[in-house]
């Protein structure tokens, strides 16, 4: 079945770039994607990449996508205080998204 | 243009009872995902309704159900509460079903259930 794999904590100071990395399994998928979460809020959709693209780039975020390894990552350029949260990556099969666990990205002035 | 509204923001709940949660997609899309977060699950798919059909079901026991309108909003019901359908409810829209278009999602539905 599907899964998806990312770790669980991150810390960098405002003003570097933060790389958050992922895993999955369906090679199936169509899309993948990142959202953001933060405190008592829903998920934000910040980008999302076809499976046919190695590169997504969107004003500060960047994606990379290896199928071959299947590894997805977020790079966030010149990261904020704002951008602490937790970070979601996801696939999708067939309109259904396999999560996973999320990673809380904490960024120190 | 508005998002996805869920309602109600927060519920309290006991065991045994039923609740009604309701999701308001983004104008035009007819696609609408239901999705449970908890902290040791994570975000599982419960289900999935376009045009007024289930498409896709997640592995839940059969006291999870919803339903989809012929105005696209959706309401997903739980009967026999147990504690442990204790979660935020997530409710996502998309414009088209199958994997074409992404998910939006609102800010969700907190129940907890004593």
């Known amino acids: 079945g599907e899964d998806v794999e990312q770790s669980l904590f991150l810390s960098v100071r405002e003003g570097d770039s933060s790389v958050i990395n992922c895993t999955y399994t369906d090679s199936s998928s169509t899309y993948l994607y990142w959202y953001k979460q933060e405190p008592g809020a829903g998920l934000q959709l910040l980008t999302y990449i076809f499976s046919n693209m190695d590169m997504k780039q969107d004003q500060r975020l960047t994606v990379l996508l290896n199928k071959k390894d299947k590894h997805l990552s977020l790079r966030i350029a010149d990261t904020q205080t704002g951008d602490s949260a937790i970070y979601f990556c996801a696939e999708s099969d067939n309109s259904k998204l396999t999560f996973g666990k999320g990673i809380t990205l904490s960024v120190r002035p | ?105 609102g800010n969700g539905t907190r129940l907890t259930v004593t």
């Open chain 2, 1 to 105: 243009k508005a998002g996805v509204t869920q309602t109600p923001r927060y519920l309290i709940k006991t065991r045994g009872q039923q609740v009604t949660l309701s999701c308001s997609p983004i104008s035009g899309h007819r696609s609408v995902s239901w999705y449970q977060q908890t902290p040791g699950q994570g975000l599982q798919f419960l289900f999935e309704y376009f045009s007024e059909t289930q498409r896709n079901k997640g592995n839940f026991p059969g006291r999870f159900s919803g339903r989809q309108f012929s105005n696209s909003r959706s309401e997903m019901n739980v009967s026999t509460l147990e504690l442990g359908d204790s979660a935020l409810y997530l409710c996502a829209s998309s414009s088209r079903t199958g994997d074409n278009s992404p998910l939006h999602f």
